[in-house]
């Protein structure tokens, strides 16, 4: 028996909460879940956006700033995840992108272009597999 046996705390409400104070813009703390291992960008946590409901699972990576290879330069975008939306575990967002709502993303993704609202898409890069029913 421990101290804080009595103690209960969801975990992923409090790393929601944690990237929140960290400047990643989540609108709804108590329903986003943040998988373990999960990398936002440090550098620009403010261009990452996350709606309602949405699921980011384990070592899922949030970059939004990236290399111009054309230009050698660095240059910055939003991420933006909408509501709903399930992102598949060790999925890495590369370039700024919007994901829809109640889209999947599956495991291993390499996201580099938007995904429209209802829709699945996997692989590397992400491409499209099916759209989604509403009652899925």
């Known amino acids: 028996c421990t101290l804080f046996d009595n103690i209960l705390i969801d975990i992923h409400k409090f790393k929601s909460l944690l990237c929140k104070l960290g400047g990643v ?17 440090t550098n620009y946590p403010e261009d990452i956006i996350i709606e309602s409901g949405v699921r980011i699972t384990a070592r899922c990576i949030l970059l939004t700033h990236f290399k111009d290879s054309q230009k050698g330069t660095f240059s910055r975008g939003t991420i933006h995840i909408k509501e709903k939306a399930y992102i598949g575990c060790n999925s890495i967002f590369c370039k700024p992108v919007t994901v829809g709502k ?3 993303i599956g495991a291993g993704s390499i996201v580099t272009k938007d995904i429209p609202d209802n829709e699945v898409w996997a692989g590397n890069p992400a491409h499209f597999i099916k759209k989604r029913l509403p009652q899925d």
Not at 25 to 41: A, L, P
């Open 102 to 104: 109640r889209a999947i």
């Open 25 to 41: 813009r989540i609108q709804d703390v108590k329903n986003t879940f943040i998988g373990e291992d999960v990398i936002f960008d």
